[in-house]
Each structure stands twice: as C-alpha cells, then as structure tokens.
C-alpha cells in the first residue's frame, strides 16, 4: 500500500506570496493532519480534517488554512508569507480522526518551503 | 494545553547497548503516547505507541513503558544498531483537545 504523498517536495518563494501544498493520504484514510517542523519550534500542529471538514486547529494565524476534497487528498494554504513560515511542512493521515479508535498517524516526507 | 518535555536531547551510544530516552507531559487527560523515528530528510515514522489503559508495550527490540501517576514515558531501545540512528519523538495526545503535542525530540548516534 503506497505512503502518504506530498507535493511539491521543496518549494521557493518570496516574501508577501502565496503558496499552496497538497497531500494525499494512504488508502482508505479518511484524517489528515498538517504539522509545521521549525528547528526552534518543533513539530507544531497546524490542522486537521476528516469528511471535508476541519475538526481541529492549532494556534496559528489566519493566513494558514486548508481543505479537503472528497477523495480525502488536502491542501493547506499559507498567504502572505513571511520569512518565519520557512519550515518543514508535513501532512500525516490516519483511517479515523484523533480521538477514535485506529487513529495512528502515518507522516507524508514533508514539503520544505524557504521564503526568502 | 499539553506540554511534552523530551531528554536527553542527544544520546550516543555504543552499538549493541541500550538506549533510554524519557519524556514527561502535563495534561493528566492525555491518554495516548506514540513514539516517532525520523530519518534525514524523511518525515516521522510511527515505532511504537502506548495507551494509557497499559503501563508498558514491547516490540521486538523497543519498549515503551507509562507511569500515569508520576506522568512519564520512556522509550527503551536494546541491542542497538547503526540504523538506529535517528531523531526520535515522542509525543501525547489529551482527550480534552485531541491535539498531538511532540517533545523536542532527541538525537540518537550509534557508534559502531
């Protein structure tokens, strides 16, 4: 059974642009959740959704969001990007959401963005 | 929120010994503990996870064990080998928030 995917896998853009990730989960998942991997900050929750739905969020500001598509494939979007949103971003799935049984969360290789 | 607190924060060790690696939280409602493994330029990889309905879980050469009372968890790793080598993370999840908070992981060299 293939992995989590992320694409793209590196990502350069510049100050004030936008950029949009995506992730497709394992088969059969219906959860994905969003993680920024910062060495200062650690590996830090963005989001998560299940059934097209977001169903958690962390503390971070508006200009990051996402989506889910039917077919549970996501996207998160950063806006107006500054040069502290360079980081690792990494998408992990799970066959339920957090707090249900079978909820192991299974990480994609991550994008690195840089914002210069 | 939950706090995870992860030491040490690198650990060399020689190859065949063992490895601890210990980690506490704050939020007495977290009930679920898994542990990550990753390699240079890899995401987390899921090793082995624990419920807070069982004080410890084994799996060939890693261990976990769970101290509710004293909230704390350790990874126990025997026989070490190069492919070890590795940032290893743990984390908890409360039921409050179903959030997964991570320690700041920790760096493990296998010395050959």
């Known amino acids: 059974k293939a992995g989590v995917t992320q694409t793209p896998r590196y990502l350069i853009k510049t100050r004030g642009q936008q950029v949009t990730l995506s992730c497709s989960p394992i088969?059969?998942?219906?959860?994905v959740s969003w993680y920024q991997q910062t060495p200062g900050q650690g590996l830090q929750f963005l989001f998560e959704y299940f059934s097209e739905t977001q169903r958690n969020k962390g503390n971070f500001p508006g200009r990051f969001s996402g989506r889910q598509f039917s077919n549970s494939r996501s996207e998160m979007n950063v806006s107006t990007l500054e040069l502290g949103d360079s980081a690792l971003y990494l998408c992990?799935?799970?066959?339920?959401?957090?707090?249900?049984?079978?909820?192991?969360?299974?990480f994609g290789p991550g994008t690195r963005l840089t914002v210069l | 929120g939950e706090n995870v607190e992860q030491h040490p924060s690198t650990l060399s060790v020689q190859e065949g010994d063992s490895a601890v690696i210990k980690c506490t939280y704050s939020?007495?409602?977290?009930?679920?503990f898994p542990w990550y493994k990753q390699e240079l330029g890899k995401g987390p990889q899921l090793i082995i996870d624990?419920?807070?309905?069982?004080g410890e879980k084994k799996d060939q050469r890693i261990a976990v064990t769970l101290n509710k009372t004293a909230k704390h968890f350790s990874l126990h790793i025997t026989e070490t080998q190069p492919e070890d080598s590795a940032v290893y993370f743990c984390a908890a999840r409360s039921f409050n928030d179903y959030k997964l908070s991570f320690g700041a992981g920790t760096t493990v060299t296998v010395r050959a």
């Open positions: 088969s059969g998942h219906r959860s």
């Open positions: 992990a799935s799970s066959l339920t959401p957090s707090g249900g049984t079978n909820n192991e969360q299974f």
């Open positions: 939020d007495s409602a977290s009930n679920y």
């Open positions: 624990i419920r807070s309905n069982v």
